[in-house]
């Protein structure tokens, strides 16, 4: 068995590298956790209650004189580093610092109990004040109700507490997987009659027109007190986020377009982020998961990040420019329109359309100055100005 196992670790090494070598050991590590395509990530429990031709009716406690609302959540379980359930807990403290009640209720299809994840919850939030339960035990009557992810959208629709349901939508969760059950599952939960409230505008867009689902939108904040410009700091390498977890974010698309351009640019270092990736050549820093302090300090060493995104984009490129590093992003209409920013750098999502894209960006004229520049172009954007446009929309649908 040994024998068998060597020979097998050395033809890959030999065929195709170390890179794919570790993305094997992933893919296995996970299935020993049970995180594969064996677990169903909605319990089908749920989607056979789920009659969309039959909704619940809407009943929306009254509001007592103080305008105080309670607001009830349904989650997966946080995961380290995600920026989906960060923003999520953005907008949630936001609208307890106004005095209103939120109560996360967690869905986990692995048995976890939500008292075995409220622990890393408190520590990973500290903001957050309200309480971690089980929506399988069924949720408190509320005045609003939301879904945060396609998979809690079932549990949300079928529960029989009183709230108006509310959707917080980051991405288009059926471009995560091939056409199948999975792409129809999430596509099915934007037509149960949940009022959307997405991250940037391409999305309630594509909601309105392709599902006439009713949607508001908001713009991604910056945390700039993480992410800003540091002094004193030399910029000498460029940055890649990536994860072999989401595909939508093609790391191989990714890995590729950095060799290319380690091959025009020997003396700059190179860094990866968010998880291990093995080693890419003598220039390359493989930080794996890193705190944002952290993060702060690795953008600020660097010219230029990749960051590509498939689906809708993600927080990182607005935090990167908040360091003055920019960003090199696959050129897409669902990227052009939530990022909306003249120091992005927008490239055919080939590898030698993004080699050059970064090979342009570390040799653009007096960086000190286009640096300080990008940064300042996100200097005004707040999370706060999301957590308004929650309260400002929750007000609006509650009282119609």
């Known amino acids: 068995m040994f024998q068998r196992r060597a020979h ?30 064996e677990v169903f990530p909605v319990r089908l429990d749920d989607v056979r209650a789920a009659d969309l031709g039959r909704p619940r009716p809407v009943v929306v406690p009254p509001i007592p004189a103080d305008g105080a609302l309670a607001v009830n959540w349904v989650s997966t379980p946080p995961a380290p580093g995600s920026g989906g359930h960060t923003t999520m807990f953005r907008l949630i403290q936001h609208l307890e610092s106004l005095g209103h009640t939120c109560r996360l209720y967690l869905y986990d299809v692995y048995g976890s109990r939500a008292v075995d994840h409220e622990p890393v919850i408190r520590s990973a939030y500290p903001g957050f004040r309200g309480p971690v339960r089980d929506v399988t035990d069924g949720m408190a009557d509320a005045h609003a109700v939301f879904a945060s992810a396609w998979m809690t959208a079932y549990p949300a629709f079928n529960d029989p507490c009183a709230g108006k349901r509310f959707y917080l939508v980051q991405d288009y969760e059926p471009w995560f997987y091939p056409v199948g059950d999975l792409s129809a599952l999430a596509e099915n939960t ?24 009713p949607a508001d939108w908001f713009d991604f904040g910056c945390d700039t ?91 990182v490129p607005h ?62 954007r707040s999370w706060d100005a999301a957590g308004h446009e929650l309260e400002k929309v929750l007000r609006r649908e509650l009282s119609a």
């Open 8 to 37: 097998q670790v050395t033809r890959i090494v030999r065929d195709q590298g170390v890179r794919q070598l570790g993305a094997r050991a992933l893919r296995t590590a996970a299935k020993r956790l049970g995180v594969d395509s």
């Open 190 to 213: 934007y037509r149960m009659g949940f009022h959307g409230f997405t991250a940037g505008r391409f999305l309630a867009e594509k909601l309105r027109a392709d599902l006439d689902m």
């Open 225 to 315: 007190d993480r992410y800003h410009l540091k002094e004193n700091t030399r910029r000498d390498g460029v940055v890649f986020y990536a994860r072999r977890l989401a595909p939508r974010r093609a790391i191989e698309i990714g890995l590729l377009a950095l060799e290319l351009f380690a091959e025009r640019h020997p003396e700059i270092t190179i860094h990866t982020y968010g998880e291990k990736i093995g080693s890419l050549g003598p220039r390359h820093v493989d930080h794996g998961l890193v705190s944002p302090d952290q993060l702060n300090d690795i953008y600020n060493r660097c010219y230029a990040g990749l960051t590509l995104s498939m689906t809708n984009v993600s927080l």
């Open 319 to 380: 935090e990167m420019l908040a360091a003055g590093c920019l960003p090199v992003v696959n050129d897409a209409p669902h990227n052009r329109v939530v990022l909306d920013n003249d120091h992005v750098r927008y490239a055919r999502a080939t590898p030698h359309d993004l080699a050059r894209a970064l090979s342009d960006a570390v040799t653009t004229p007096d960086f000190a100055t286009v640096a300080q520049t990008a940064s300042s172009s996100v200097a005004g």
